[in-house]
């Protein structure tokens, strides 16, 4: 039945789109190419994706590449390994985007990340609502607090 | 007064798998992964945009919550699809549900213009169903 909505094909290319830059966003994508490959102008592309994502797929790549940095420094990552490794040529313009997107920089990121890590890995129990610890005896025979 | 909502549990068969389909497919963020000892692990997920709700994954085994009869009972009941565990929403149905169907997300219902709105639903890894809609503007 949905086969048979009018521009369901548009939708499909653009979908298959963001797809593309979920799946390649560490890569020097060239967003006139995708643009090409799905058979749009890239006006018309810009146009139509930010209808349905609510960001251009410029602005979108750079918030998949900023997520998975994300990812990338819980980890424990130096910056300028993940700047590379999202995709990012210049740890500069990474750290001003990834304080744009996240309102931290991204080394104070990785401390805090890494500091509620740390923690729960010392104290799950905190992370936890007690009523749920409590509920199911988690709190009892356990040797953490 | 009470407020807001910001636990909720889905009881699941794995959560390795439930992490995988959680994140890698619907595109969940990780909130708490903390590991509990043998058996326990306090696993939740976000809603991208609503950090605030966590998604409790809870596994359905033999321990601390369940018995071994309860747990099997569950584990049947999860699998044929009995709890419908809620609605999220998206900013544009056919596009979320071309994208999640290509990610492999099994719909027993694609999208419908019902008279409370436009609707499909799908099921998680465990077979817990769910609907999707469009956010009314």
Known sequence: ?145 | MITKMNHVSVFVLDQDSAYDFYVNKLGFKVNTDAAMGPGMRWLTVCPPEQPELEIALMAISEGMMFDSLAAQQMRELVQRGTFGFGVFECNDLIATYEELKAKGVEFSKEPTKEFYGFEALFKDDSGNWFSLGEKKN
């Open chain 1, 1 to 145: 039945m949905i086969d048979q909505l009018p521009k369901i094909y548009l939708y499909r290319r653009l979908v298959q789109a963001k797809l593309f830059i979920d799946k390649n966003y560490h890569d020097a994508i060239d967003l006139n190419g995708i643009a090409d490959e799905a058979y749009f102008s890239k006006y018309h592309f810009i146009r139509l994706f930010k209808n349905i994502y609510g960001k251009t797929p410029h602005q979108y790549l750079i918030k998949v590449r900023v997520e998975n940095a994300r990812l990338l420094l819980k980890r424990g990552l130096p910056v300028a390994d993940v700047c590379y490794a999202v995709g990012f040529d210049s740890v500069t313009s990474f750290s001003i985007l990834f304080k744009k997107i996240t309102f931290c920089s991204p080394a104070n990121y990785q401390q805090a990340e890494l500091k509620k890590q740390t923690e729960m890995l010392r104290s799950p129990l905190k992370f936890i609502p007690g009523c749920f610890a409590s509920e199911k005896e988690w709190l009892q025979n356990r040797n953490f607090r």
